[in-house]
């Protein structure tokens, strides 16, 4: 089966620009995480859906927001872009009951100049 | 707050080698703990998941082992070759994953290199 897709796989944006960045899970899982990995933070958890709802979020301000649609397919949203928010982005999807555990996308390398 | 320490940061092995690498957490309420591999600017693959009722998983030459009431998870790999050389992360999924959804907890990540 279709493994998790991130599109685009590269982005070069300007500060002070906004960003969508998509993701489709694996055909039948409901939850879909965002995590943000940068060489000094490492991976840290942005946010998660399952059945079209925010259910956990992390520790970022508001500019970044995401939602996710009745396909469950998932879009993120950083607006006000700053050169901090250089980073690979990953989704990763599960089936909600978390026994297969997660499944990670290639990611996307968004760019801040 | 859950937080995943890896040692080493960093490995560097000739190849054949039996290595251990090693993941510990702080709070023992997990609900399974799964470990990754990330080559360099790409996604994570998942290796292998250990729920919190297993004490160990084997896939191929990889082994990886859960004690729940130390907090500490290894990931064995036997015969290494230069194609294992990647960074390695563990991660932890909360108790509340059961019925609340999760947020991943991720440690710093261990780089391996295996050397011909």
């Known amino acids: 089966k279709a493994g998790v897709t991130q599109t685009p796989r590269y982005l070069i944006k300007t500060r002070g620009q906004q960003v969508t960045l998509s993701c489709s899970p694996i055909?039948?899982?409901?939850?879909v995480s965002w995590y943000q990995q940068t060489p000094g933070q490492g991976l840290q958890f942005l946010f998660e859906?399952?059945?079209?709802?925010?259910?956990n979020k992390g520790n970022f301000p508001g500019r970044f927001s995401g939602r996710q649609f009745s396909n469950s397919r998932s879009e993120m949203n950083v607006s006000t872009l700053e050169l901090g928010d250089s980073a690979l982005y990953l989704c990763?999807?599960?089936?909600?009951?978390?026994?297969?555990?997660?499944?990670f996308g290639s990611g996307t390398r968004l760019t801040v100049v | 707050k859950q937080e995943v320490t890896q040692i080493p940061a960093a490995l560097s092995v000739p190849e054949g080698e039996n290595l251990v690498l090693n993941c510990s957490f702080t709070?023992?309420?997990?609900?399974?703990l799964q470990w990754f591999r990330q080559d360099p600017g790409k996604g994570l693959t998942s290796l292998l998941l250990?729920?919190?009722?297993?004490r160990e998983q084997t896939s191929g030459r990889l082994n990886a082992s859960l004690d729940k009431s130390s907090g500490r998870s290894t990931l064995y790999i036997a015969a290494s070759q230069p194609g294992d050389s990647a960074t390695y992360l563990c991660?932890?999924?909360?108790?509340?994953?059961?019925?609340?959804?999760?947020?991943?907890?991720f440690g710093e990540g261990t780089q391996l290199t295996v050397n011909p």
């Open positions: 990763a999807s599960s089936g909600g009951t978390l026994h297969g555990g997660y499944t």
């Open positions: 859906y399952f059945s079209e709802t925010q259910r």
């Open positions: 250990i729920q919190s009722s297993q």
């Open positions: 709070d023992s309420a997990i609900y399974n």
């Open positions: 991660a932890a999924h909360p108790e509340t994953s059961r019925t609340s959804g999760s947020r991943l907890t």
């Open positions: 055909s039948g899982h409901r939850s």
